[in-house]
């Protein structure tokens, strides 16, 4: 399928590992300019190197971090002064807090609560802003935000990650009607339960403990969770996505939040 991304570029932020890098990967197979964002100098550098060698297309990774306002202007205007992001097509949203804790979110202390949204609902609105003035009225901008199953469902424990996930997709249909006369478009996915490198880990050891393949765990725990697949998504296909609604072909699609979680949001349980 033609997409008409050739020459195109984009910034994904959370790009060095997980999703995002497999979105930057997706987005660079079809000949899009990729810059990745991510805190961690070393790895964004190495994952962009990665993906730029197996492509053959502009691949830069940028050290920034979203919560902090004068790191991610100084990176905007470090990529608007490259002639591969200036203009800037395609905004992704990936950026957030990782999973280090499995207690009780309600009895986290503000600071912990306060960190948490900065980074990915005030972070997305971060990186927004910064990039909105790159981003080109001629109908290929885009804007597609990553939020998650916890969003539209209770997943426990996540309370914070579900607040985050449900800001990004009202944050979604708003900046859709803001946006629409600038003929830029802003859609949200929904992934589920994703097979990230951390993702891989997790299934790995608690598999272990329970005496089984990583496979077997993974697909019982799915089906406890009521996805219908009874499998997490490959990050893959979560950067084919992407890559279809960044597209020419998902032109008429704006403030859509679709799901790709294997049949979870049905909540067939």
């Given at each position: 399928?033609?997409?008409?991304?050739?020459?195109?570029?984009?910034?994904?932020?959370?790009?060095?590992?997980?999703?995002?890098k497999g979105i930057a990967r997706?987005?660079?197979?079809?000949?899009?300019?990729?810059?990745?964002?991510?805190?961690?100098?070393?790895?964004?550098?190495?994952?962009a190197q990665e993906?730029?060698?197996?492509?053959?297309?502009?691949?830069?990774?940028?050290?920034?971090d979203v919560t902090d306002t004068d790191s991610l202007k100084a990176a905007v205007e470090h990529?608007?002064?490259?002639a591969s992001f200036n203009p800037l097509n395609i905004v992704v949203n990936n950026a957030a807090p990782p999973i280090t804790r499995t207690d009780r979110q309600i009895e986290w202390t503000d600071k912990e609560w306060f960190a948490a949204i900065d980074v990915k609902t005030v972070g997305a609105l971060r990186l927004i802003r910064e990039t909105i003035h790159l981003i080109p009225h001629d109908g290929t901008g885009r804007i597609i935000n990553v939020a998650g199953g916890s969003g539209i469902a209770v997943w426990s424990p996540a309370l914070l990650h579900g607040i985050n996930n449900a800001a990004l997709l009202h944050m979604t249909g708003f900046l859709a009607a803001d946006l629409a006369a600038n003929k830029v478009t802003v859609n949200a996915i929904v992934p589920g339960l994703v097979g990230?490198?951390?993702?891989?880990?997790?299934a790995k050891e608690l598999g272990e403990r329970q005496g089984?393949?990583?496979?077997?765990?993974?697909?019982?725990?799915?089906k406890s969770k009521g996805i219908l697949l009874e499998r997490w998504a490959e990050v893959s296909e979560i950067g084919d996505l992407v890559v279809f609604l960044a597209s020419d072909r998902a032109s008429y699609i704006t403030g859509a939040k679709i799901p790709i979680d294997g049949g979870f949001s049905i909540n067939s349980r």
């Open positions: 399928m033609e997409t008409g991304l050739v020459g195109r570029s984009a910034l994904v932020s959370g790009g060095s590992k997980g999703i995002g997706a987005l660079a197979l079809e000949g899009v300019s990729v810059a990745l964002l991510a805190r961690t100098e070393r790895e964004v550098l190495a994952a993906i730029a060698g197996e492509t053959g297309v502009t691949v830069v990774g940028v050290q920034a990529l608007s002064g490259l990230t490198e951390f993702r891989q880990i997790w089984k393949s990583t496979e077997e765990f993974v697909g019982e725990f799915c």
